[in-house]
């Protein structure tokens, strides 16, 4: 099936460019750096922007490819084929921190960020806000024209070399009968590649997988601000200029994690399918007892659910795709993709290791890789127990 409906014959065209792009350049450079646990060097992000993915959702009039989400999908799955970071890398592009009120300004960083020019960073958790974000503590104060920030994030991925980091900080505490999320604002912090502005400084975590990356603790200690890099300064009618912006900034934060769920969901489908295809070729290549393992009825079952899995994960996350495409609100569903293809991940790259045996167990082979990754896609962008629960309060009503 592999989703004729929605499968166009230009997103073909768009998913067979990306699949040779991600195995015969993004594949080699993986086994190479993976083990290493070395970022992606600038010379490879110079090619995945030739390449026009980091701009796969903004505008053909600045540059971009000027399509949706679908398609920023399709080519995900692709490249977490090959390398779940470089998947995860394009996310930090895509429009991301050119949501500024000067038009101009605003359209020269869409055009960078297109480019891959523009290359950021997202630094909302902290130690003590990770799913629930409204309670996020870093402050920004006003000092004349610039803001002065405070505090801590974790979970800062690609901080040092990004050209800016995407900040989700504290302006005030809520007012009685606010919502918790009240008194958020985003700032857009312009920075150095490779370099910590004066007031920040950080230390990278050691992280099991999901190397390509560095990840960050940020430490925020006097970091200046100006006021003009305030991001969601529009408002509905009836609230102040403060509040619009706070409001759009808690709203901004979540609508841009419904879409980073079904990115995950395509990432996790391009993990298991990896670990899918590797394990054919092992199975057929592998003899026990006089024969391929691939004759054993056992291994061929558990193929089988494998592929299984996989397609209909697929399928979910193909429909959620389209339907954000087309306008619909889809934060339940968003949830189902995620949560669902990111647990069959998990369990089709486990598999996988059990088809490979010992040798599964190795850096010999690519497929602890793909189960290393697999199973941080369960707890990024919202944990499966997350998912759970906006799914639950959307079929039930929130819990009191």
């Given at each position: 099936m592999n989703g004729s409906r929605y499968l166009t014959e230009k997103r073909l065209a768009i998913q067979a460019e990306a699949r040779r792009f991600a195995m015969e350049e993004v594949l080699p450079l993986a086994d190479e750096l993976d083990p290493q646990r070395a970022d992606i060097p600038r010379s490879f992000l110079d090619r995945v922007?030739?390449?026009?993915?980091?701009?796969?959702?903004?505008p053909r009039d600045v540059g971009g490819m000027g399509l949706g989400v679908f398609e920023y999908c399709l080519i995900s799955e692709e490249l977490a084929r090959a390398w779940m970071s470089v998947a995860s890398i394009i996310a930090r592009a895509q429009g991301m921190g050119a949501q500024i009120g000067d038009e101009e300004r605003r359209r020269e960083l869409l055009a960078r960020s297109a480019r891959g020019q523009w290359i950021g960073a997202a630094a909302?958790?902290?130690?003590?806000?990770?799913?629930?974000?409204a309670n996020v503590h870093c402050r920004a104060e006003l000092?004349?024209?610039e803001w002065v920030v405070t505090g801590d994030k974790r979970w800062c991925g690609n901080a040092l070399a990004a050209d800016f980091i995407n900040l989700l900080a504290r302006v005030r505490d809520p007012e009685p009968g606010e919502p918790r999320s009240a008194g958020l604002a985003t700032f857009v912090i312009v920075k150095d590649r490779g370099e910590f502005p004066a007031g920040l400084t950080g230390e990278p975590i050691d992280k099991v997988g999901y190397f390509g990356m560095t990840t960050w603790n940020l430490r925020f200690d006097g970091l200046r601000v100006p006021d003009g890099h305030r991001l969601g300064n529009t408002r509905p009618v009836g609230v102040t200029a403060n509040q619009g912006a706070e409001q759009s900034a808690f709203r901004a934060t979540q609508a841009g994690l419904n879409v980073a769920r079904v990115h995950t969901?395509?990432?996790a489908v391009g993990l298991a399918r990896g670990a899918l295809e590797d394990s054919l070729a092992y199975a057929q290549e592998r003899v026990q007892f006089e024969r391929p393992i691939a004759t054993f009825q056992a291994i061929r079952f558990k193929l089988a659910d494998m592929a299984t899995k996989i397609e209909a994960a697929r399928a979910l996350y193909y429909q959620v795709a389209q339907a954000m495409d087309d306008g619909e609100s889809v934060e339940r569903e968003a949830a189902m993709a995620k949560l669902f293809a990111s647990e069959m991940a998990v369990d089709v790259t486990g598999e996988a290791m059990q088809v490979h045996g010992g040798n599964g167990y190795t850096t010999e082979r690519r497929v602890e890789r793909y189960w290393r990754d697999a199973r941080l896609t369960t707890i990024f962008e919202g944990t499966s127990e997350i998912q759970r629960r906006t799914i639950s309060d959307r079929l039930l009503g929130r819990a009191k």
């Open positions: 922007g030739e390449q026009g993915y980091f701009g796969i959702t903004v909302l958790s902290e130690p003590n806000a990770g799913s629930d974000l000092d004349g024209d969901a395509a990432r």
